[in-house]
């Protein structure tokens, strides 16, 4: 849990300085940095959701690996919504509409969407893994 909170932390963290770069070699680092964080939000996350079937096996002593996988296979298809939700900001904010009709700051648009819009869904992440929490080994399952 600590190692993906971690990942999920540093890949909110290391888009940041995608914000004040201005060159490409630049760029080029700070997405291999973010790459890293991001493999380790993706190799984590298969062990949570491992442990979160473990724990619900635990407490309901029945198997539901089945609902669990279309759960996140909904969610893995709403995520669509949230990039909708992007574009709608960067279009209200920015009037950012195309790469023909950029807007008046296709700039400031752009870091929007590379690196603002994704820090804040990042923190979202972050504070909503606090509330995930596991027993300890040897603690009874409670339900």
Do not use: H
């Amino acid at each position: 849990m600590k190692a993906w909170r971690l990942a999920l932390g540093c890949c909110g963290l290391g888009v940041l300085p995608l914000y004040f770069v201005k060159s490409l070699p630049l760029a080029a680092v700070c997405v291999v940095i973010f790459g890293f964080a991001m493999g380790g939000v993706s190799t984590t996350m298969d062990i949570v959701s491992a442990r979160i079937l473990d724990e619900d096996r635990i407490k309901n002593g029945i198997p539901r690996e089945g609902t669990y996988s279309s759960l996140i296979g909904i969610l893995n298809k709403a995520s669509g919504l949230v990039t909708s939700l992007a574009f709608l900001l960067v279009y209200q904010v920015y009037g950012f509409e195309s790469g023909e009709n950029p807007g008046a700051a296709p700039d400031a648009a752009a870091r929007f969407l590379m690196v603002l819009f994704p820090v804040a869904v990042f923190a979202v992440c972050v504070v909503m893994s606090r509330f995930l929490k596991f027993r300890q080994d040897g603690e009874k399952a409670e339900g």
